[in-house]
């Protein structure tokens, strides 16, 4: 306990006397392996100046492991947070802890996003032969807190997301968030295409939606690429809405060069707990793939974003697999069939797949287009349908055999 006082105090010693990214430095300096993770990654605060509102989140023993954690918080906000404990020990037996803060809103503001990090770091254990000048932070991982403030008239922020589906088709999705305090009457987007020679190959055109003042909608269009060559490939989108323009763009693939998922497991799972989903990615670029992390959108019946959770970022070597690993919280969800898709994302680039989730009490089977991938309880499935196959087979055989021996009894 008397290491972690030091460290917290030498924390903010080096805040007065140097930047605090020359310590994150040396921190990272520090050989390291993850034992814990963090849910959720980020939360969005309504801006409303001069209230407190408090939130929760998670951290997980991964390893179920001893570890000892120091949570600071750091950023733009930091000093408008307060936790309810700045230093936890998970043990074995301890699969995690929820850590409560509040944070209050300041007033003045300039429009658009402001931050905080709550930075959790693992140190080691204190010892009587530890130095007294030794810092041994091994990692610190973030919970992101933000603040998002209108901005003034209309405005519109946006992204440009490219996936590819399985009858020779591109989908081009711009989600559009009305960020603005008025709302938008008119929104619309055309996409150039071009090779890398900078050749135009084809012009494209969304439908028109009006977006209301903090509403997000998708205006989309898809491209016949069963005909192009197979290659690299630049989109180049203009976002019209009413006066104003929005200029994106992102490259793509066409053809098999692209990274694809081969399944999906979600092991030891109990509804309202967290569920551990291990997406088994596949690289068949020729090139190692860097920045790539899986995100997941769940909808419920009325087609509404129910839950969203992503994976931390891995690098995939060339014509290689991995597995990423990311976690649901799914207190309040109940028993049923939702739908949900799964983004791939790396660099510039994001692919799509279309997924259905059945969630059981003890179970999440995951269905996919062509494909079934499931929680280790489906493999129990498959083995059950084998075993009827069998026992089918050795019927019809004993069926046969019968068969020829009463023929062979007539005859005599």
């Not at 939130?55 to 408008?80: A, C, H, Q, T």
């Not at 709302?183 to 619309?188: C, F, L, Q, T």
């Not at 790539?292 to 697999?321: C, G, H, L, P, R």
């Amino acid at each position: 306990m008397v290491l972690v006082l030091w460290l917290i105090q030498v924390w903010f010693t080096l805040e007065e006397m140097m930047s605090k990214s020359i310590f994150i430095f040396l921190i990272l300096l520090i050989p390291f392996v993850s034992s814990f993770g963090i849910t959720p990654a980020q939360k969005i605060f309504d801006y409303s100046p001069g209230s407190e509102q408090t939130y929760s989140f998670d951290i997980i023993n991964s390893e179920n492991k001893r570890v000892n954690l120091v949570i600071l918080p750091e950023g733009e906000l930091k000093n408008n947070i307060a936790l309810s404990q700045y230093y936890v020990t998970l043990t074995p037996d301890i699969g995690g802890v929820t850590i409560k803060y509040t944070i209050k809103i300041p007033t003045g503001l300039s429009p658009g996003p402001h931050y905080a990090d709550i930075v959790v770091t693992e140190v080691p254990d204190p010892s009587p032969s530890s130095s007294a000048t030794y810092v041994g932070a091994v990692i610190g991982i973030v919970t992101k807190v933000l603040i998002d403030v209108p901005y003034p008239g209309k405005y519109a922020q946006s992204a440009l997301s490219i996936s590819t589906t399985n009858d020779g088709k591109t989908a081009f999705v711009l989600p559009v968030v009305s960020k603005g305090k008025l709302d938008i009457a008119r929104a619309r987007a055309v996409i150039d295409i071009y090779t890398p020679l900078n050749e135009k190959v084809a012009t494209l055109n969304t439908q028109e939606v009006p977006i209301l003042a903090g509403e997000r909608k998708e205006i989309a269009v898809e491209w016949d690429t069963s005909s192009i060559p197979s290659g690299r490939y630049l989109a180049i989108a203009t976002l019209l809405y009413d006066e104003s323009v929005l200029n994106l763009q992102s490259e793509f693939s066409v053809g098999k060069d692209t990274l694809d998922l081969k399944s999906v497991e979600v092991n030891d799972f109990s509804l309202g707990e967290i569920a551990k989903f291990e997406f088994l990615i596949e690289n068949t670029l020729n090139s190692i793939a860097e920045d790539v992390y899986i995100s997941m959108q769940v909808f419920n019946d009325d087609n509404d974003v129910m839950a969203e959770f992503k994976s931390a970022t891995y690098e995939i070597n060339a014509f290689s697999s991995k597995l990423l690993v990311a976690f649901w919280d799914t207190e309040g969800v109940r028993t049923g069939t939702y739908n949900a898709k799964a983004f791939i994302n790396y660099g510039q680039t994001s692919t799509q797949k279309e997924l259905t989730l059945d969630i059981s009490d003890n179970d999440i089977t995951v269905i996919g287009v062509g494909y079934v991938v499931s929680s280790a309880s489906s493999r129990d499935s498959s083995l059950n349908t084998i075993l009827v196959v069998v026992v089918i087979v050795l019927v019809l055989l004993n069926l046969t055999w019968f068969l020829v021996l009463r023929k062979k009894a007539n005859k005599r």
